[in-house]
């Protein structure tokens, strides 16, 4: 057992305090790494506060991590102590299922293990990133390309990967429109990603107020949702919808924005149910549908090609001290784009 | 101009009467088809009650026309008097957009014309199949095989490629699991070319009463979704669900029966809004989409894809005179598999 300072929240809503917890000897397996940053996930905001049920407290959020191998165990090829390396949702999955089989341990069948607010297969409570080390089984642990500073790899462990897989599974490429819908944490990340794909981007947020920097991240278009214009004009014109957004829209609006063929898929879950007419969907054959993060293969894979393509979060760098008022920032929108800890000042 | 008998329906919900229509002289793309038979699909009855709105009356539905050409135009190459053709929904498209050259006519961008309660291009309104003659541009004319009797042709128009269509799309075929929701006349034609195509299928039927003739056409298993028990027993098991119910169902638990990357495909519109939650597509990667019919070429494969494979409707044949009673049968789920009117019975 080793000790290392964390940031805890001690119950649902509660402000945050430095504390310490414990982390694993390492295994034959296992990866230590000392944490440098981490980010701060709208879904930090939700399991922190319980608003999905069932939170596991104290939590030490933070599933965007990043920092430097500082031991390896016995079994690790992969890598060696000082290489650059990330974590993102999961840190275990059963790795015998066809899914795991296939490299997308987020759907192994037995469940995977969560990187915070979950539970190791033995029971243990796992402890996030919000602190100065944690240990992780190797296959859990991706290489951060030299060209990626840490602080901008962070929060391509949640966001890049969400908006990537999607991206790469419904096939964007040239000659694909594709709209984003929201300009937050992922968005801003999905609209690079599209573009570096080859893809014609239009963003499709609430309001015109970060239109120059949609721009500025590739977009072609920008459209302001709350104009009623927009839905009229943009009628029949995507292959892809990425919706970023967890709230409830009006699907049936956003399904008309697809060509024949064309798929909207939602990377955020809103608390009540969407409603949504079937005639949307048999006119045009279009699809309805859902995703999430993705595999350790495809994480690397997304690293890669934001290295290669100059993809990179916008980030505002925060203290520990700043976590409580930065959570509330992340509920108003208030963040261009991405929040992320400084590991340093946790302790 | 020819005359020829018809059944029309004078108002919405009205009795049908035996009357005359006027059909067009023929131009130089067109044929002139006697009708042998002709299907009674679900929305003849949702249109001559005008239970969609916008019915034009009087109407004379119908679009699952079989039957033997008795002229054509000089510029028709592809039939000549005695072949033995049919017609399905529509009976023209703009011809030029891209969903037309491509051979999905059924996503034309002006709008296909409808073979019934539509417009011509020149306004005049469409009258079906309940006639003893129609006349119809060559390009929405299909040839019936030889080994497929005309009355069984019939249902195939609407009723086969309804369903050919998403199972050929979502590329059903051997190793895949295919679950058909409602056992009536779109089902138990799905159930054939799901199985033929070489998929293990599975009925899932409010009841057991119809297991017998499923298992028959050709499904592997059938389950009653009237009992909860089939919700848990099935979960994560299809790659596609066809669901031919054009009531709400509850979509959230079908959705749970698919496996990763799994669609589940509805061909039926309930008149209001489904519900669901975002989380049911996002966990698994899957997909609530929707299909109608398909373009000519497909419409021409099915018919040859069902005759290379035995795949026929179940009909119940009957006279003009019967029609209004099987109108209420088909509401009430009361028919094995397909009504079909004798059009020689009409006048």
Same mark, same amino acid.
């Given at each position: 057992?080793?000790?290392?300072?964390?940031?805890?929240?001690?119950?649902?809503?509660?402000?945050?305090?430095?504390?310490?917890?414990?982390?694993?000897?390492?295994?034959?397996?296992?990866?230590?790494?000392?944490?440098?940053?981490?980010?701060?996930?709208?879904?930090?905001?939700?399991?922190?506060?319980?608003?999905?049920?069932?939170?596991?407290?104290?939590?030490?959020?933070?599933?965007?991590? &990043? /920092?430097?191998? !500082?031991? @390896?165990?016995?079994?690790?090829? %992969?890598?060696?102590? +000082?290489?650059? $390396?990330? =974590?993102?949702?999961?840190?275990?999955?059963?790795?015998?299922?066809?899914?795991?089989?296939?490299?997308?341990?987020?759907?192994?069948?037995?469940?995977?293990?969560?990187?915070?607010?979950?539970?190791?297969?033995?029971?243990?409570?796992?402890?996030?990133?919000?602190?100065?080390?944690?240990?992780?089984?190797?296959?859990?642990?991706?290489?951060?390309?030299?060209?990626?500073?840490?602080?901008?790899?962070?929060?391509?462990?949640? &966001? /890049?990967?969400? !908006?990537? @897989?999607?991206?790469?599974?419904? %096939?964007?490429?040239? +000659?694909?429109? $594709?709209? =984003?819908?929201?300009?937050?944490?992922?968005?801003?990340?999905?609209?690079?990603?599209?573009?570096?794909?080859?893809?014609?981007?239009?963003?499709?947020?609430?309001?015109?107020?970060?239109?120059?920097?949609?721009?500025?991240?590739?977009?072609?278009?920008?459209?302001?949702?709350?104009?009623?214009?927009?839905?009229?004009?943009?009628?029949?014109?995507?292959?892809?919808?990425?919706?970023?957004?967890?709230?409830?829209?009006?699907?049936?609006?956003?399904?008309?924005?697809?060509?024949?063929?064309?798929?909207?898929?939602?990377? +955020?879950?809103?608390?009540?149910?969407?409603?949504?007419?079937?005639?949307?969907?048999?006119?045009?054959?279009?699809?309805?549908?859902?995703?999430?993060?993705?595999?350790?293969?495809?994480?690397?894979?997304?690293?890669?090609?934001?290295?290669?393509?100059?993809?990179?979060?916008?980030?505002?760098?925060?203290?520990?001290?700043?976590?409580?008022?930065?959570?509330?920032?992340?509920?108003?929108?208030?963040?261009?784009?991405?929040?992320?800890?400084?590991?340093?000042?946790?302790?």
């Amino acid at each position: 057992m080793a000790t290392t300072p964390a940031l805890s929240a001690p119950s649902a809503g509660a402000s945050f305090e430095k504390t310490t917890i414990d982390r694993r000897e390492l295994r034959g397996e296992d990866v230590q790494i000392e944490i440098s940053y981490c980010g701060i996930c709208h879904s930090d905001v939700h399991q922190a506060r319980d608003e999905w049920g069932g939170s596991i407290f104290p939590m030490v959020p933070g599933h965007e991590i &990043a /920092g430097v191998v !500082t031991a @390896v165990g016995p079994e690790v090829g %992969r890598f060696s102590v +000082g290489d650059r $390396v990330g =974590v993102g949702c999961m840190v275990d999955s059963c790795g015998e299922c066809e899914y795991c089989v296939a490299g997308e341990e987020q759907f192994c069948v037995k469940g995977n293990v969560q990187t915070y607010n979950g539970r190791e297969y033995d029971g243990t409570p796992t402890y996030g990133g919000y602190s100065r080390q944690i240990v992780v089984k190797d296959r859990f642990v991706v290489a951060i390309p030299e060209s990626i500073e840490l602080a901008d790899a962070a929060p391509l462990l949640c &966001a /890049g990967i969400t !908006t990537y @897989v999607p991206l790469k599974h419904w %096939r964007v490429g040239k +000659g694909t429109k $594709v709209a =984003v819908v929201g300009m937050g944490g992922l968005g801003h990340v999905g609209v690079q990603i599209a573009a570096a794909m080859g893809a014609e981007v239009t963003v499709l947020s609430q309001t015109l107020s970060k239109k120059e920097d949609g721009l500025r991240f590739g977009a072609k278009e920008y459209y302001a949702t709350s104009e009623r214009e927009t839905f009229k004009k943009l009628r029949s014109s995507f292959d892809l919808i990425l919706n970023t957004v967890s709230a409830n829209l009006d699907l049936d609006a956003y399904l008309r924005l697809l060509r024949v063929d064309g798929t909207l898929v939602t990377v +955020g879950a809103p608390p009540t149910p969407d409603k949504v007419q079937a005639f949307s969907l048999i006119a045009g054959r279009r699809s309805l549908a859902g995703s999430a993060i993705g595999g350790l293969p495809d994480t690397q894979e997304m690293l890669d090609f934001c290295a290669e393509h100059g993809v990179r979060p916008a980030i505002e760098l925060i203290a520990a001290e700043a976590v409580d008022g930065a959570y509330d920032r992340v509920v108003s929108s208030d963040v261009r784009y991405r929040f992320v800890i400084d590991a340093t000042t946790i302790g």
